[in-house]
């Protein structure tokens, strides 16, 4: 199905992710594909990371896209947060479905790494409750892979919101 205007690029979503894997930097990884552009040699993959903190110890919890290339392995973009990147590659229709895909590949990676505490916070300040919906949703899968939620709160400060999940006893 092409999607972006102007791109030769194909929405084609992988429905069954290659398991966790991790990274030259120690990160945990859960990827799976969402589109390709062959011409610009790109893939475009969702990319669900646990990345380790100190502060306080824990993994923070982090999902955004990727623009891959087909052809080198090593040549792979940074984590997009940003809801332009959402809209250049993911069809409206397809959005609900991809945020199943992230809650499933958020289970299947707490489950691989099991860390004492997760942490997650919202990208954009300000966030309407509308907004915040999906993050809701990723804490059921995060609370369904054993972990409890031991704090969310918005910051007057920053406006965003955080979330801290410690792990059942």
């Not at 973009?77 to 609900?96: F, N, Q, S």
């Not at 590949?105 to 954009?124: C, F, H, Q, S, W």
């Not at 406006?159 to 410690?166: A, N």
């Amino acid at each position: 199905m092409q999607y972006a205007p102007g791109m030769a690029y194909e929405f084609d979503i992988e429905v069954d992710p290659d398991p966790p894997f991790t990274d030259n930097l120690g990160l945990e990884i859960v990827e799976f594909a969402l589109g390709y552009d062959v011409d610009a040699d790109l893939v475009v993959v969702m990319s669900v990371v646990l990345v380790p903190v100190d502060d306080p110890k824990a993994h923070d919890l982090r999902f955004g896209l990727r623009e891959n290339s087909l052809s080198k392995e090593w040549k792979v973009g940074g984590l997009d947060y940003t809801k332009e990147c959402v809209e250049k590659y993911i069809p409206k229709e397809w959005r609900a479905f991809v945020l199943m895909q992230v809650s499933r590949a958020v289970r299947t990676l707490v489950d691989k790494v099991k860390p004492g505490n997760i942490t997650m916070e919202t990208y954009y300040a300000g966030l309407e409750q509308k907004a915040l919906q999906k993050y809701a949703l990723i804490s059921t899968a995060v609370c369904g892979s054993g972990y409890l939620l031991g704090d969310q709160f918005h910051d007057e400060e920053s406006e965003k919101d955080y979330w801290l999940f410690t792990k059942r006893v």
